[in-house]
């Protein structure tokens, strides 16, 4: 019998009620475009992260454009960032033609390396994005304080981070700007797109709220900026204001999770046959992916596939290394621990109401591989 990756409908079951209800008040009310509940979650966010100003949007893409066009990122600026992302990291800053320059990674968290971030500086730097990638977040304190000696603007990439702490204060809610996404699969995730920027300023939520609505201003029909139709829809707020009180819970069930894939597969990170997960003591991870690092990654994944075992690999490719981005300008500098990296990930099914079972199943695949691939 085959085990899913990622399984949304056991919590959907859960919650059906509570589901159901959020989503016929909207229904009833039929505001469906910036209805109570957008504002209703927003502050919801705000209070879950700490953040001043919390600004819900389409998705988590629309939610990086939109904090760098607040940031008046120009044409041929210069945005330090991870080559080891999703897309969307790189896409919309050279969206913006303006020049994404890829700087190392950590070779235990794969999150962008500080002191990589240093040597990269120009005076055409402007910003900095770091992923918290997987789910822990990036080294936030060594990289304010890098911005703040050059004056640029920090923002966090939390898509895969939503509720992660770093120094007991929660990802969104450790630069001036961060986004995040509730795509489906995300640790908080609606049923459907969405996504939230947060940030600490006034001037900058009045600029983003603008640019979230066609750069309109006060006035009705009065567009002051460049913006575009960056908004999340009612029912998609409704839908995690019906999920939000279970949120801590499932973040206590994922990282429960991960506890039994480290406390399991340790034996064979001692032997050096896998490279386990690595999250630094003042970090905590929402774990929205459970990554190793293998020796022969397709033999791994084709073995685990024959038993009904689906694994991803989160990313076979640097985006550096990405047609789309290599056609507009860019930089890469030395990039040789993301190269190693990103040939040997690979991702196991994880969700906070991933049945033991399952994880069991797992586990035991993992030992069987090893004993027959030495
Ligand atoms: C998912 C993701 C995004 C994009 O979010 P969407 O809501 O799918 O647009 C951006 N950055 C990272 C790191 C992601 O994982």
Redesign the pocket.
Known sequence: MAIPFVDLKIQYEELKEEITQRIQNVLNHSQFILGPEVKELEEKLKEFVGSPYALTCS????A?LMALMACDIQPGDEVITTPF??I??AETISLLKAVPVFVDIDPQTYNINPSAIEKAITPKTKAIIP?S?YGQPAEMDDIQQISQQHNLTVIE?G??SFGATYKKRRSGNLSPLATT???PA?PFGCYG???AIFCSDSETYEKLHQIRNHGQGKVRYEHIRLGMNGRMNTLQCAILLAKFPHYPQDLELRQKAADYYLKNLEELSFKEKIQLPYVKPHCSSAW?QFTIQVPNRPSFQSFLKEKGIPTAVHYPKLMSDQPSIQNHPFKALDLSIAKQVCEKVVSLPIYAQIPQTHQDKVIESIYEYFKTHS
């Open positions: 998705n988590g893409t629309d990086l992302s999703f969307a990291t992923v990638l990439d898509a895969q996404s509730f795509f995300k797109d969405g996504g929205a």
